[in-house]
């Protein structure tokens, strides 16, 4: 049993006189208008909210209470073993609840039970000091009744504090399924539904931000307050790293420029700003990236997929690229690997550099005559297909990157 239960126990050794408690029974509506009217001038969060029939049922709660704490010291000196408080403590505690889902803090639900047992007394010493009790019996009721506004608050206290861990648990649950639908791409109808469920607002657009959970906290305190996370793993690609799923609202245009100020050093990386719910291809595009290789360097500025378009483009369809290669050229076959290979740097140099000698050579780190006798022998094998616009268009996206290897793909 708490402290405070034990001195409510307490009462049965006060003596209330029959007439006095009477007198205390009968000012209770008073109190009651009193104690409501206190609160709702002292304490900010109800001022204008206790009106009409709120005002009404307030009032009669605070008359059961303090009915209750009269009823509780008539049983103790009557003998009768049970006592209504666990059915008040009850009643305080769904209060707390419901102030809770109201909105307003435990801050103001104490402040109020504050001004509330500050009138009580007020009211209540009058009354027995009035009946002739004396002054250690006044002390003694004062003391009890301290104690039973005090049990009440706690129990309070407790349902405010469960009412908002339950709604924060109920939320991060709706949030966490908002989050796996628009990964998945469902229709914007269910997200809107799911959106409204979490109480979650949706921005104009999302990005998607993969980066290793290490980082996550750091990252969040930094970033915009409705970012979503995901609490499932992503798809592997991540380097063996546990890697944690963000979205992050409305860092499109100028802002994705402070996205990546803030994730410098934390190895993210970022997808594109997609509208909302289009999200999931934002996080199809950083998969993707990190199905190919791509990383962003440890201590460095976070990979940005919109810097990565066209290799992103090239290997949407890795075989199809491949048999790109082999056709645009196959006039180098019939040569030897390393004639081939060095042949092949040297096209995809020129056709880069837009058949500029000196930058080709500077770019291989050969003389411009290599350069010029590499590019004779080329034309030689393919004659005018060079010049051919549709040619040219294959071969520079044939060479654009050079075919990625098991060994590029795997980490340093």
């Excluded at 009412?163 to 809107?192: D, I, M």
């Excluded at 075989?319 to 740097?345: K, S, W, Y």
């Amino acid at each position: 049993m708490s402290e405070r239960s034990k001195a409510t126990r307490r009462a049965a050794r006060l003596e209330l006189d029959p007439e006095v408690a009477g007198a205390l029974h009968d000012r209770l509506p008073l109190l009651a208008e009193h104690t409501v009217t206190a609160i709702t001038a002292e304490v900010p969060s109800y001022s204008g909210t206790l009106t009409g029939q709120m005002r009404e049922k307030i009032e009669t709660a605070v008359q059961i209470a303090l009915g209750t704490f009269l009823q509780l010291i008539g049983r103790c000196q009557g003998g009768d073993p049970s006592t209504p408080l666990v059915g008040a403590l009850e009643a305080a505690y769904a209060l707390g609840s419901g102030e809770a889902r109201s909105g307003r803090s435990m801050d103001a639900l104490l402040a109020a039970y504050r001004v509330g047992a500050r009138v009580s007394w007020r009211e209540m010493s009058t009354t027995t000091v009035q009946g002739g009790l004396s002054a250690a019996t006044v002390a003694e009721f004062a003391e009890l009744l301290f104690a039973y506004i005090d049990e009440l608050s706690a129990a309070s206290v407790a349902g405010h504090a469960d009412e908002l861990a339950s709604v924060g648990r109920a939320r991060r649950r709706n949030l966490e399924r908002l989050t796996q639908r628009l990964l998945a791409g469902e229709a914007e109808e269910v997200l809107l539904r799911s959106a409204e469920s979490a109480d979650w607002p949706p921005p104009q657009t999302l990005t998607v931000v993969l980066l290793p959970r290490a980082n996550l906290r750091a990252a969040l305190a930094r970033l915009h307050p409705h970012t979503l996370e995901s609490g499932d793993d992503p798809p592997a690609g991540g380097a063996g790293e546990d890697l944690a799923v963000l979205l992050v609202p409305d860092t499109h245009g100028d802002r994705r420029r402070q996205l990546a100020r803030v994730l410098h050093g934390r190895r993210a990386v970022l997808g594109p700003a997609r509208p909302w719910a289009q999200v999931a291809s934002s996080y199809q595009r950083v998969v993707r990236a990190l199905s190919l290789g791509l990383r962003p360097a440890d201590d460095g500025p976070a990979l940005d997929t919109e810097e990565h378009l066209a290799e992103l483009v090239l290997s949407t369809d890795p075989e199809g690229l491949a048999d790109l290669r082999a056709r645009v050229l196959a006039p180098l076959a019939p040569l030897p690997p390393g004639t081939a290979d060095r042949l092949t740097e040297t096209l995809r140099s020129w056709l880069l550099h837009q058949g500029r000698r000196d930058d080709v050579a500077a770019d291989l780190f050969v003389h411009p005559q290599t350069v010029r006798y590499r590019m004779g022998k080329l034309r030689e094998l393919y004659g005018e297909r060079l010049t051919d616009p549709a040619t040219v268009l294959d071969l520079t996206l044939a060479l654009a990157y050079p075919p990625r290897t098991e060994a590029d793909e795997s980490p340093s």
